[in-house]
């Protein structure tokens, strides 16, 4: 009971702390700075940026696909094992090197600049808890966030996120997160991150802009992370924050899995690369010129083992980066010669793909469900509470 008011004052505090902390960020705006978006970047720029460039390789565009030469040293290099996060600062500059092509010059700027900075490959850490691998943990909850978005943290820290352990097999909890992309939003937002992680202790933070095409750059810097940290993890589950997951459902399908290298989820097959420019995961010919991708699960939420994660630094850190996330676990997968595992528990279009289904709100199917994408935080809390309440459904549906 103790414990339980504890949390709850521990919740309290940190909501009036936020409502103070934005009211007086919002206050010290201008009328201009609230209103306006964000400032279009020039995306040519050669500013230094700080990061670690993986081996020196500068490549040309088309070349994520194949293994450059110095991948033999590469590997041998992530073969001694580092005990700490060795990345502190580095200029990092554009790599001008195909920038007069005919081929760079077609692209639209957002991929110009990927392109250019590509070769960044790691930032410093900001914050970091390495002790929670200090234990033999059976499930790491990794959950991709940003760091405006601490509404959905909380919701998940009171739901299928929270910490706990279950007949003796640990599950712990970490968010990942980048700086916030606003120039303006920065420093109050980082005061606030902090003292939140002062609260929780279960933030990871790196010194890179959180966008959409950084997160790959999120993807690399866990597995680096993971490769120094925890040797004892069992298994990993890796999503967004915006999904409805049960922990006790997975634990129930890990309880019969004895095959090695898993890798579960939502797994499309033979996906086209999207032509339209006007969609959010467009991607030009001149950078994946390939029909299909390779087999990849959707980033809304999966299962992998941990040796195998261990697996995925390594064959990472020989590939270029690709632009979605998902599809570069795909390809590192491929390398491995692994197939991911479709299981029809992961949901990551929501349980139909009509957004407007009844049945997406249905919370007798989520009974059943491993990851159900896409729930904010309000749906989240209402949703958990129905399905962990005295539920009377007319059928169950058995799909573990």
Same mark, same amino acid.
């Given at each position: 009971?103790?414990?339980?008011?504890?949390?709850?004052?521990?919740?309290?505090?940190?909501?009036?702390?936020?409502?103070?902390?934005?009211?007086?960020?919002?206050?010290?705006?201008?009328?201009?700075?609230?209103?306006?978006?964000?400032?279009?970047?020039?995306?040519?720029?050669?500013?230094?940026?700080?990061?670690?460039?993986?081996?020196?390789?500068?490549?040309?565009?088309?070349?994520?696909?194949?293994?450059?030469?110095?991948?033999?040293?590469?590997?041998?290099?992530?073969?001694?094992?580092?005990?700490?996060?060795?990345?502190?600062?580095?200029?990092?500059?554009?790599?001008?090197? +195909?920038?007069?092509?005919?081929?760079? /010059?077609?692209? $639209?700027?957002?991929?110009? @600049?990927? =392109? #250019?900075?590509?070769?960044?490959?790691?930032?410093?850490?900001?914050?970091?808890?390495?002790?929670?691998?200090?234990?033999?943990?059976?499930?790491?909850?990794?959950?991709?966030?940003?760091?405006?978005?601490?509404?959905?943290?909380?919701?998940?820290?009171?739901?299928?996120?929270?910490?706990?352990?279950?007949?003796?097999?640990?599950?712990?909890?970490? +968010?990942?997160?980048?700086?916030?992309? /606003?120039?303006? $939003?920065?420093?109050?937002? @980082?005061? =606030? #991150?902090?003292?939140?992680?002062?609260?929780?202790?279960?933030?990871?933070?790196?010194?890179?802009?959180?966008?959409?095409?950084?997160?790959?750059?999120?993807?690399?810097?866990?597995?680096?992370?993971?490769?120094?940290?925890?040797?004892?993890?069992?298994?990993?589950?890796?999503?967004?924050?915006?999904?409805?997951?049960?922990?006790?459902?997975?634990?129930?399908?890990?309880?019969?899995?004895?095959?090695?290298?898993?890798?579960?989820?939502?797994?499309?097959?033979?996906?086209?690369?999207?032509?339209?420019?006007?969609?959010?995961?467009?991607?030009?010919?001149?950078?994946?010129?390939?029909?299909?991708?390779?087999?990849?699960?959707?980033?809304?939420?999966?299962?992998?083992?941990?040796?195998?994660?261990?697996?995925?630094?390594?064959?990472?850190?020989?590939?270029?980066?690709?632009?979605?996330?998902?599809?570069?676990?795909?390809?590192?997968?491929?390398?491995?010669?692994?197939?991911?595992?479709?299981?029809?528990?992961?949901?990551?279009?929501?349980?139909?793909?009509?957004?407007?289904?009844?049945?997406?709100?249905?919370?007798?199917?989520?009974?059943?469900?491993?990851?159900?994408?896409?729930?904010?935080?309000?749906?989240?809390?209402?949703?958990?509470?129905?399905?962990?309440?005295?539920?009377?459904?007319?059928?169950?549906?058995?799909?573990?």
């Amino acid at each position: 009971m103790f414990q339980w008011k504890k949390t709850v004052y521990k919740s309290v505090l940190f909501s009036f702390v936020l409502v103070v902390t934005v009211t007086v960020l919002q206050r010290g705006m201008t009328p201009s700075q609230l209103l306006q978006g964000q400032q279009p970047k020039e995306f040519l720029s050669q500013e230094p940026v700080k990061a670690q460039k993986r081996d020196n390789v500068l490549s040309v565009a088309n070349n994520f696909w194949k293994k450059e030469g110095s991948v033999t040293k590469a590997a041998e290099a992530t073969e001694k094992q580092v005990r700490t996060w060795d990345i502190t600062t580095t200029n990092c500059t554009a790599n001008l090197n +195909f920038s007069k092509d005919d081929w760079f /010059k077609g692209l $639209e700027p957002n991929f110009q @600049q990927f =392109l #250019l900075y590509r070769h960044c490959r790691y930032f410093p850490m900001i914050i970091n808890h390495p002790e929670k691998c200090s234990d033999d943990i059976y499930l790491l909850v990794v959950v991709k966030s940003i760091i405006t978005q601490h509404d959905r943290r909380e919701a998940i820290r009171k739901t299928w996120g929270r910490e706990k352990e279950v007949d003796g097999k640990k599950i712990r909890t970490l +968010f990942l997160l980048g700086v916030a992309s /606003k120039v303006e $939003e920065r420093a109050n937002y @980082q005061k =606030l #991150l902090e003292y939140e992680n002062h609260i929780y202790g279960d933030i990871l933070q790196w010194d890179f802009l959180d966008s959409f095409f950084n997160l790959t750059l999120k993807e690399v810097h866990f597995l680096k992370w993971l490769n120094i940290y925890c040797d004892r993890i069992r298994y990993i589950f890796k999503g967004d924050d915006d999904v409805f997951v049960s922990p006790n459902n997975i634990l129930e399908y890990l309880e019969d899995q004895k095959a090695t290298d898993l890798f579960v989820g939502d797994v499309l097959y033979k996906a086209r690369p999207i032509r339209k420019k006007e969609n959010k995961y467009y991607i030009p010919n001149a950078l994946y010129s390939k029909p299909h991708y390779p087999p990849y699960a959707g980033g809304g939420g999966f299962v992998m083992d941990g040796l195998l994660a261990q697996k995925l630094h390594k064959v990472s850190e020989t590939l270029e980066l690709y632009p979605i996330d998902d599809v570069f676990l795909g390809m590192c997968l491929e390398i491995l010669k692994v197939t991911p595992v479709a299981h029809a528990g992961f949901k990551t279009f929501g349980i139909v793909k009509n957004k407007n289904s009844r049945m997406n709100k249905e919370p007798c199917f989520y009974q059943s469900m491993l990851v159900v994408h896409k729930l904010l935080p309000p749906e989240l809390l209402q949703m958990w509470d129905l399905v962990h309440s005295n539920l009377t459904c007319s059928r169950k549906l058995y799909i573990l």
